[in-house]
């Protein structure tokens, strides 16, 4: 559950071998933690959804049935990874008794183009994090209860601005004029939510900010925040295949 800095762990354009190691069994993306334990929502399609690609489109959907939580007790994972990267991110816009993730994508369908206004932590932090707390507390106490057996194992990631030749994420987007964000600050409120998950539940730990990461000018998703040197993945891969070693010797 979380962004692609830890989904594309398990893609083999970055991590060829991953399959001999790990099945991916379930997947959700960029989901805000107030979305996910916010209720379902009904699905209404339309000639904008018809336009979504069928990535798109699944993504979409599932921002709606939250059928994560279902699936996450039929389909058993043994482990399930999750970073915090939407909340600090993307924030999220009111939905009928609840939230919905705000994402880019979505701007032209509800319940995001109906809403006045996105909510996000960088602009609210006091108010956010208290909802954002409320709403994690909710989502570890479901796992306890529906799949205790699954170990739950906290991605800590980081935001870059440097490629690998020196240069500047945020000065190349500044003259596109793209937004560009304060990196600092977001990985401070990173390390806080990181900090809250790491100090009240059971959690391994991913670390991936101990070593310094650039960002891939050539990366198939295009220069990004969090679209890192292969290094990364395969760095990534190493230490989860540390960190689930002793289970498999039990088994």
Known sequence: ???CLTRDNFNTTFNPDYKDFFECVLHQHQCSF???MSPALPLVEDEETAKMNAFTGWHY????TKEFLSLIQTRKPEYLLLD???DIYLGVVEAAQ??????PKFKDVPPVKDSEAIWMITAD????FKAWMQHVDAFFQFLQEEVPFCKIILVKARFEDLFEDGSSLNEWRAGRKYPTVDVERLNGIWDMLDQYM???FDVQILDMTQKGYTLDKDHPWGSFYVHYTKDFYHDFLHQLK???HGDEIER
């Open 1 to 3: 559950m979380g962004s």
């Open 98 to 103: 609840g939230y919905f993730t705000y994402n």
């Open 61 to 64: 959907k599932t921002e709606h």
């Open 198 to 200: 790491e100090d009240h």
């Open 125 to 128: 932090f006091e108010s956010y």
């Open 34 to 36: 107030l979305s996910l």
């Open 242 to 244: 540390e960190l689930t």
């Open 84 to 86: 915090a990267y939407a």
